[in-house]
T-cell receptor, first 112, second 110 residues
Framework: QQQVKQSPQSLIVQKGGISIINCAYE??????FPWYQQFPGKGPALLIA?????SEKKEGRFTISFNKSAKQFSLHIMDSQPGDSATYFC???FGYGQNFVFGPGTRLSVLP | DGGITQSPKYLFRKEGQNVTLSCEQN?????MYWYRQDPGQGLRLIYY???????QKGDIAEGYSVSREKKESFPLTVTSAQKNPTAFYLC?????????FGPGTRLTVT
């Protein structure tokens, strides 16, 4: 019940296309859903996050869509660029940062 | 300049030796974490600490030890009991909800 499932495992998108990564959870106690971006050899960096009281949050080219009833959330990257090529992790939390659960990650490659 | 520092960036050790990885933060965060990441894999929690002088085992604590004597510091010792220690190690700290990661230490044991 603590798991966060993430798909796809890898994703190849053409420059200018839309990248979509999906996550699903079981524990309804989760109330914070961040996405992290990690470049090779670097630590993950917080990209964008959402709470379940909203269905969508947009920051620049990055949008989180949240479906509380389905217990699913997704990351959309609009106008994908080669510089977006990285591994993306979704996560969920319900206790002041002390109960983080990470998804297994999606390796995104954006072709020029 | 606030953040999390990990040192060294690369570390090489012979099998059978203990090694300590450093993690320091100046974000005034109470909680700190250690994760292990293997190639192409996600993040696995080794240990976490919510307050000074207290820490709890994560999912893969065997062969590792930690201490939390100061709020700013959370060093991780990889002992000789850890059967497969070669990996990328990430330290993080958190506020109420957000986790912030350090740059990582890549440990290679031969």
């Amino acid at each position: 019940q603590q798991q966060v499932k993430q798909s796809p495992q890898s994703l190849i998108v053409q420059k200018g296309g839309i990248s979509i990564i999906n996550c699903a959870y079981e524990n309804t106690a989760f109330d914070y859903f961040p996405w992290y971006q990690q470049f090779p050899g670097k630590g993950p960096a917080l990209l964008i996050a959402i709470r379940p009281d909203v269905s969508e949050k947009k920051e620049g080219r990055f949008t989180i869509s949240f479906n509380k009833s389905a217990k699913q959330f997704s990351l959309h990257i609009m106008d994908s660029q080669p510089g977006d090529s990285a591994t993306y992790f979704c996560a969920a939390d319900f206790g002041y940062g002390q109960n983080f659960v990470f998804g297994p990650g999606t390796r995104l490659s954006v072709l020029p | 300049d606030g953040g999390i520092t990990q040192s060294p960036k690369y570390l090489f050790r012979k099998e059978g030796q203990n090694v300590t990885l450093s993690c320091e933060q100046n974000l005034n965060h109470d909680a700190m974490y250690w994760y292990r990441q293997d190639p192409g894999q996600g993040l696995r929690l080794i240990y976490y600490s919510q307050i000074v002088n207290d820490f709890q085992k994560g999912d893969i604590a065997e062969g590792y030890s930690v201490s939390r004597e100061k709020k700013e510091s959370f060093p991780l010792t990889v002992t000789s009991a850890q059967k497969n220690p070669t990996a990328f190690y990430l330290c993080a700290s958190s506020t109420d909800y957000e986790q912030y990661f350090g740059p990582g230490t890549r440990l290679t044991v031969t």
